[in-house]
């Protein structure tokens, strides 16, 4: 089976911290994505990538940065956290263009405080 | 642009009872449409999904037909267990960067 893995379940962190959310695929997967994940919103697509070094914006971009230095890890960064940005977190990959079914980690929700 | 509508929750059913959980989408082209389950503390996961208009995805006791005049993606099962209390998401995509998710509802099942 495919496995999303994200390091951290719960953090807690200071407004203005920098904050890294790390998420590992293990099936050679071409795409990566973060979502954000809020009651009543429903998942909201951060950032995504199709390949090494390679990333494009989503819907909410704002306040967040990704790397995609090996194919097989995806990061999120918050240059400086806000209270705003309080919420789950969930990585996702996909095996190659298309709409294809996407495989999820369990998630890492984030408080900020 | 393209969305997905679904049904706001939380729905409360007693065990074996049937379910519906509505989805209606709008989009462009002929999606592929999907649903997905989050149980407490996990993330999500594929429960069904259909690629064309017509097509019924089903697993677990669940079913989905893919409606394009209606343009509806309806969640069924008919009879309900506790251990199906979880969120559901319906979504639709039409390439690998759009996929759109429905904002959720969350389904509580009474023993």
């Known amino acids: 089976d495919v496995k999303v893995t994200q390091s951290s379940r719960y953090l807690v962190k200071r407004t203005g911290e920098k904050v890294f959310l790390e998420c590992v695929q293990d099936?050679?997967?071409?795409?990566m994505f973060w979502y954000r994940q809020d009651p009543g919103l429903g998942l909201r697509l951060i950032y995504f990538?199709?390949?090494?070094?390679?990333?494009e914006k989503g819907d909410i971009p704002e306040g967040y940065s990704v790397s995609r230095e090996k194919k097989e890890r995806f990061s999120l960064i918050l240059e400086s956290a806000s209270t705003n940005q309080t919420s789950m977190y969930l990585c996702?990959?996909?095996?190659?263009?298309?709409?294809?079914?996407?495989?999820f980690g369990a998630g890492s929700r984030l408080t900020v405080l | 642009g393209d969305s997905v509508t679904q049904m706001e929750g939380p729905v409360t059913l007693s065990e074996e009872a049937f379910l519906t959980i509505n989805c209606t989408y709008t989009?462009?082209?002929?999606?592929?449409l999907f649903w997905y389950v989050q149980y407490p503390g996990e993330g999500l996961q594929l429960l069904l999904k259909?690629?064309?208009?017509?097509d019924k995805g089903s697993n677990k006791g669940f079913e989905a037909t893919y409606r394009k005049e209606t343009t509806s993606f309806h969640l069924e099962k008919g009879s309900v267990q506790v251990s199906d209390s979880a969120v559901y998401f319906c979504?639709?995509?039409?390439?690998?960067?759009?996929?759109?998710f429905g904002s959720g509802t969350r389904l509580s099942i009474r023993p």
């Open positions: 996702a990959s996909s095996l190659n263009s298309g709409a294809n079914v996407l495989t």
């Open positions: 099936m050679d997967h071409e795409n």
């Open positions: 990538s199709y390949d090494v070094k390679m990333k």
């Open positions: 989009a462009t082209g002929y999606p592929s």
């Open positions: 259909a690629t064309k208009a017509d």
């Open positions: 979504a639709l995509g039409s390439s690998a960067s759009k996929i759109i």
